[in-house]
């Protein structure tokens, strides 16, 4: 990539010179400005390359200050809005133009790059050895083992057909497989995504009134979530996932774990409406034998799982624990025939390959719009799931994830899924945990995994007839406490009172109102933060440590010196504009007139002569903030204060330039504090 | 006042090791971070006191960078979210305290002061001469003589009757003149506020049905305007008024100009029906000699302002025109009885003193919600217009205006204003500009003016019975250019591109929706800005200024030079968030293996050994940007790169500990840029 060579010349031929006023009793300097006509050249593209411009470096020792005072003001254009928009879409699409270009000049190694970079198992599958293939499969058939009686919990959560769990438990792993970068997520249904299905979905359709219509929209918002989740990554959206912040996700999820949590007690009590809201006050009435069974398989998994943790070679139990669960509960059902006796059971599920649902998808539905919303918004946290699952178990081995990558992979994934009867898939975070334990080496544990669902499909399914609902309401049960994660709420209280909100917010929203309001809440009181955080109209009073030439804020390094007579400010917001610039001007001119008033009695040294106001933290200045800054100078010049603008960053170099702020008010502005100093002091002190 | 010394210590007593990775080819160096217990007075409230602690400074000499680490490590901690909350409070209150000591130790000229900074004019009212009021009571006539006519016209477009706008210009500048601290500014009645209370109040209440009861409305919401500003005043929450931008009042204000002009040309033409909407489609039809006395009387006083212009000495020209025009169309339809061919007059004006209008005020409407609310959107406009008048003239001048006591002045203004049959005033721009051109000394024009308002009210008021309407439609139209700044627009676009957004949409929606609406698009365009500037994910590269120990953005400084083998980055945000934490994460990740395979077949120098994190623009990060670190952190060590964090800021540096990121995940942090390099590569390079 070469760098574009924009002509931007910046035109000033005045020379301005500043004295600071007679009454000040310390040495005078005279500093002379010198702001010259200079093409520079203007490198808008050129981040990556170096730029050592040697001959360019004057005579350093004899007149530095002013040739740095020149160098700040004689910077070039920084890029306009559009430039840095039209830059970034550049960048993004750069590496699909590169591989595109290498294409052309070798047909044959650039199409397989390509395809390598859209299919990761390319590049995997040709160093994949047979001890790698053994570690997978052992992972593969542990994962399988939970993935089992946890896809048919959570269809049941979904308000599908137990069969559907297990078809969205085959196609989707394979699917993954080829086209996903992560090595050890477990891709199936999971509870959130579950849940949020069936709060949303039956809002338009009845599953008790109408289980075909309902498993058609079903469909067709996978579909759509699965469209959405390939956009994101195809246009380069990563980032909107993001727009779910981690805290807010642990709220969420722990808010939806409580909700599920309240659902799954009435399985299992063995009560047979199921509700249709997903808040608190809907539960409670019962059937012995159903709490009975489903309690003491509940705490046999429990246990399990404690032995688990405690004895990590044992890791292996609490991932087959619900499948022997399963296995036990219903040998027992089946054989004292305790579903004539109340206890309710799963009875027929439909075995087999995945039918295709091709055409049960609806797009002519009267409620299209609230078809396509829903899909976003399943989009969004299945995303959200996924991508935290791989991005820290990825983190944890050590290699990078491709977020935009992953998003195309999950869309893909989500598509083909809803063509064959599949509904919303994800990353399950209990699975990749328990797959990682299992030591899976590749993504191929997923394939094993599915290849052994699909063949209990095939086999076992008639064998499921007796299997209790209770057991299932068991296992979805043992699954929650993973959800909610009390010691990560803490950590999020303990480092951020904000993030705490956002995540105590959705909880409380998800619980107390519904999963769109939990999630709404979480995102406002986000941006909230973000606008708080921005506008905060502090200013810190910086001091010199000691040895150095660093001037550091005097409250976070009590060693800072501060000069007499001199007052140095930073402004501690990013953003200088109408919201905080008339009150940081206030604060500053209190600041410096009533040290003036403190001093009138004492010695004159005590008076603040020079300000010097240290912008190097703002990013940009508006149109307020430049009329601001006008005033606090005019001000202090009236006041027999002189004020130094040190350090300011591109873009505000060029708008104080173009407000002619030099040419206008007389202002000054070096390149570091240190400079501004220097000019007022002298180099020594 | 004194600093309070919570002892906030920092418990860490973990040394620990970094070393470079071994394939580093450059020579290597260990660095030790000492992370000793250190028991730090904690200077929460200490802002102001000089911090010169000689005692602590070690022998720099000998072992600086391991010194300064520490420094950076063992900062005190930064004051909790709920300290800065109570803080700024105190501060805020914090002149009001002390007044009051000294009121309690000097009981008599501690009332003295306290009266003498509620009321300014105590201060300035010792200094008064006698030239300055022969210019004040040149500048006062003036002044009235231009107040007359605007005051009779902006009352007929708060659909008032004429007398209410000549109440307006008496008793609030008076109450003004005792509690203002600007000097120029010229209390009264304006065209944006009177249109503000016509279009919002007559949605209550239709003026022309019942116009006792739309009377009644005006002064109620003009007294909760009042309560509103001056609650503004007192509780320091000036910065609620900055929430409209500059660039937002620009567009406000042109959009309003011309949907005024647009209700006036029915004057000018001579319509019967005044139009109660706000918006363009509602006007046409006419009568010849109202639109041809009008329109002479309008080309009349544009002369006179054109020639105002041309010579300065002829300022009070513009000034006068009005009120000449009124006298003359005025004679004209007495002399010629015009009234009976058509010609609207104004009629009978109630004169007299300002009648008390304390029982018209209406607390039990059941409109009470919607009256509260205009209320306050009226006291919010009538406060940005007032503060923006006279921070403009106080900076021409060289003073300060004090925000808050200019809101709780104006806040009196309008109860008072309520009590005595006046509506909202606010400082007029077009008046202030009259009254700095004439040589007004202080706020005692305003007194000149008022005083010659009230004689003309009980002398002249029967004089003006035949005064045409055409006329008063001139003298609001003339004053409509002025307040249509395209100069200022065309400021704002080449400065700023988002707040030209924001003035833009300010002006649409006033224009094509509702004053409301208006307001609204321009606070939510504004805060766009706000969150789309915080949040972008944006890094830099930095190189180091030859001859400094700056570090700068390569871009802006092409002269600076980066060390080979090291990435210096910066992040452009304020706040490592949710929002950008994964996109900077990402994109620093790409950096460093896209130079990475560049370099492969190249010397092995070119590789990226370091990346230098400058995060000295954070202001603050969250769980999100935390984890965000970490991960990058570990991707690079397991990519052989090491990161360095440099000048963390306080909150930072305080977070990063709290989450035990050095312990966690052996990251290096730096006092500066210069440092970390300093450490990897020698002093030296």
């Known amino acids: 990539m070469a760098p574009s060579t924009d002509s931007g010349a910046y035109h000033s031929a005045k020379q301005s010179q500043v004295e600071l006023s007679a009454e000040d009793p310390e040495p005078q300097r005279e500093l002379s400005m010198f702001h010259q006509t200079l093409q520079t050249p203007f490198p808008s593209l050129a981040n990556e390359t170096p730029r050592i411009v040697k001959e360019e470096i004057p005579d350093l020792e004899k007149n530095g200050l002013a040739e740095r005072a020149h160098w700040v003001m004689n910077a070039p254009n920084p890029p306009s809005l559009w430039h840095e928009l039209v830059d970034s879409i550049k960048k993004s699409l750069i590496s699909h133009r ?23 198992i390319l590049v995997w599958g040709r160093n994949y050895t047979a001890t790698k293939f053994k570690n997978d499969l052992l992972a593969g058939l542990t994962l399988a083992s939970l993935c089992i009686p946890q896809s048919i919990g959570y269809a049941t959560l979904a308000k599908l057909d137990p069969q559907y ?23 199936g249904p999971v509870a959130v995504v579950s849940l949020l299905l069936s709060s949303m979905i039956q809002k338009l359709q009845d599953p008790e009134a109408n289980p075909i219509a309902y498993t058609r929209l079903v469909f067709t918002v996978t579909f759509f979530a699965g469209i959405f989740q390939a956009a994101f990554g195809l246009l380069r959206l990563g980032f909107l996932v993001d727009f779910l912040s981690h805290a807010a996700i642990v709220g969420f999820v722990a808010g939806a774990a409580i ?13 047979a409406n199921f509700t249709n809201k997903t808040d608190i006050i809907s539960v409670f009435r019962w059937n012995p034998y159903n709490f009975i069974l489903g309690s003491s398989f509940l705490c046999f998994i429990l246990i ?76 969004v946290v299945a995303l959200t799931e996924a991508i935290a699952v791989g991005r820290s178990f990825a983190s944890m081995k050590g ?10 992979a999950m869309g893909f994934v989500n598509i083909a899924g809803s063509l064959t009867s599949c509904y919303a898939a994800t990353g399950s975070f209990s699975r990749t945990a328990v797959n990682y334990s299992a030591g899976c080496e590749t993504v191929m544990s997923n394939v094993v995994m599915a290849l052994t669902v699909l063949l209990s499909l095939q086999v076992f399914t008639r064998l499921l007839y007796f299997t209790p609902i209770a057991i299932l309401a068991s296992i979805i049960l043992s699954a929650l406490p993973g959800l909610i994660d009390l010691h990560e709420a803490y950590n999020i209280w303990k480092l951020d009172k904000f993030d705490f909100l956002a995540c105590i917010g959705a909880f409380i929203g998800v619980l107390f109102g519904s999963v769109e309001i939990g999630l709404l809440v979480a995102v406002l009181i986000s941006f909230a933060k973000i606008i708080v955080n921005s506008i905060q109209p502090g200013i810190e009073i910086l001091g010199k440590l000691p040895g150095t030439d660093a001037f550091c804020e005097v409250n976070q390094y009590p060693m800072a010196i501060k000069t007499p007579g001199i007052l140095t400010i930073r402004i501690k917001s990013s953003l200088l504009c109408f919201a905080n610039a008339n009150f940081i001007n206030d604060r500053i001119f209190k600041w410096v007139s009533e040290k003036e008033v403190e001093s009138e009695g004492n010695n004159a040294q005590g008076r603040i002569q020079l300000v010097i106001l240290d912008v190097s933290n703002l990013m940009n200045i508006d149109t307020s903030g430049i009329v601001s800054i006008e005033e606090l100078q005019k001000e202090l010049v009236s006041h027999g204060t002189q004020l130094a603008i040190a350090n300011p960053r591109w873009h505000v170099i060029h708008k104080l330039r173009q407000a002619n702020f030099v040419e206008k008010t007389g202002g000054m502005i070096f390149l570091t504090v240190g400079e501004a100093m220097e000019a007022y002091v002298g180099p020594d002190k």
Chains 1, 2 share one sequence.
């Open 98 to 120: 590169t591989k595109f270009q290498s294409l052309k000049k070798q047909p044959f190694s650039g199409a397989f790059s390509l395809l390598e970079a859209v299919f990761p």
């Open 304 to 379: 399990t799982r404690f032995l688990g943790k405690r004895n990590r070679k044992l890791f292996w139990l609490p991932a087959v624990a619900p499948l022997i669960s399963v296995i036990l509960s219903t040998l027992i059902v089946f054989l004292t025939r305790a579903d004539k006796h109340g206890v309710r059971i799963v009875k027929h599920i439909k075995g087999g390959l995945n039918p295709s649902s091709v055409h049960q998808l609806q797009f002519d539905s009267p409620n299209g719009s609230e078809i396509v919303k829903t899909g976003l918004i399943v989009a």
């Open 259 to 271: 909700v599920i949590g309240l659902q799954q007690l009435k399985g299992l009590l063995g009560l």
């Open 165 to 187: 769990g297990l078809y969205t438990s085959v196609v989707p792993p394979l699917i993954y497989a080829v086209m996903g970068t992560s090595r050890e997520i477990a891709i």
């Open 399 to 408: 290699y990078h994830l491709d977020g935009n990558k992953e998003m195309v």
